[in-house]
């Protein structure tokens, strides 16, 4: 089957169109923070779910819930707490004296986006049960199955300084995050603007929409057509088994470095995420700049550093730049 290269683009260039306007549109209620505005609809456009952690007060809540108003979706915030149950989040049943029937109350993750706040402070069972959630994209509520609403997006947060009382997400369930983003302080122009605009009581910031759920559902049709040469396939696969496998791909200095290297599903994130991406950019195609630009988000909590790496002070950042510069681009 032939491929039209020219048709995918033009028309990938036409369906982004309202990406501009959106992320401008959420740029007048969040100051700087581009880069997590920018992943935040890479991973909505490509159907996943993002991990991101940061210390509090850098607007993680204000941007989704900017980005949930700007798509005219349904948004729910869930603090995540010790003594939180799975019924808490997904729902459950509740009896009825009068007639002696059972009647179903679903839970708040009945929502286009979710913000999943400081997932890592609740324990195993309810981490599951959002995971499933995420994965599956329903839930059961005694004998009966609910498919979750599209778009359907997690934004999970965890705190990396307090640890005490917190329940670390195992790196199985860490897999299920399309992107990790790491999120630091603002600059010092950004956080003068931050107080010209809301350092004042009632300060309330709101957008109007500027798409609908339907819009978003369409865009990813576009992006699952947007073109991959087969050679950047092979590189996607050469990256990911340099992981694995550092030795064999002529980078012998990270074999002590690497605990455990990213699995299959890397792969078809760094594929779909690269495809989004190239879709923001208003292109039908992806460039391998397109590959690297998402590379860290990908595999940031897929790599897991090993002891030998701590003690040469070697983040997983660290370990996927050495990969990024040494595997040969196609």
Do not use: C, W
Not at 6 to 25: C, H, M, P, Q, T
Not at 120 to 131: E, F, G, H
């Amino acid at each position: 089957m032939t491929i039209d290269r020219n048709a995918i683009n033009a028309k990938a260039e036409k369906e982004s169109k309202f990406v501009k306007d959106l992320v401008g549109r959420m740029k007048t209620v969040i100051v700087g923070q581009e880069y997590l505005l920018e992943r935040l609809v890479v991973g909505l456009l490509a159907n996943g779910h993002i991990l991101v952690e940061s210390v509090p007060g850098l607007a993680k809540t204000l941007s989704i819930k900017t980005l949930a108003d700007s798509i005219k979706a349904h948004f729910q915030r869930i603090q995540f707490t010790p003594d939180l149950l799975p019924a808490d989040l997904i729902g459950t049943l509740v009896y009825n004296p009068k007639d002696g029937n059972f009647t179903t109350k679903k839970g708040p993750i009945f929502a286009n986006i979710i913000l999943a706040d400081e997932i890592n402070r609740a324990p195993a069972k309810v981490q599951s049960a959002l995971l499933e959630a995420m994965q599956e994209r329903q839930v059961t509520i005694g004998e009966s199955t609910f498919k979750l609403p599209e778009p359907f997006l997690v934004m999970a947060t965890q705190n990396p300084i307090e640890q005490e009382g917190t329940y670390p997400l195992p790196e199985a369930q860490l897999d299920r995050f399309i992107f990790k983003l790491t999120i630091t302080y603002p600059k010092k122009n950004e956080e003068i603007e931050i107080l010209n605009r809301m350092a004042h009581t009632g300060a309330k910031l709101q957008v109007d929409p500027i798409v609908g759920p339907d819009d978003i559902i369409r865009a990813r049709a576009v992006v699952d057509e947007v073109y991959i040469d087969e050679k950047l396939k092979q590189y996607i696969v050469n990256i990911v088994f340099a992981t694995r496998y550092p030795a064999e791909h002529n980078i012998p200095e990270l074999k002590n470095l690497i605990e455990l290297g990213a699995s299959p599903r890397a792969s078809i994130n760094l594929i779909i995420a690269s495809k989004a991406y190239a879709f923001i950019q208003g292109r039908g195609y992806v460039t391998p700049d397109d590959i690297k630009a998402v590379g860290y988000d990908v595999l940031r909590h897929r790599v897991i550093p090993s002891y030998e790496a701590e003690a040469e002070e070697k983040t997983s950042e660290d370990i996927i730049k050495t990969i990024l510069d040494k595997v040969p681009i196609p």
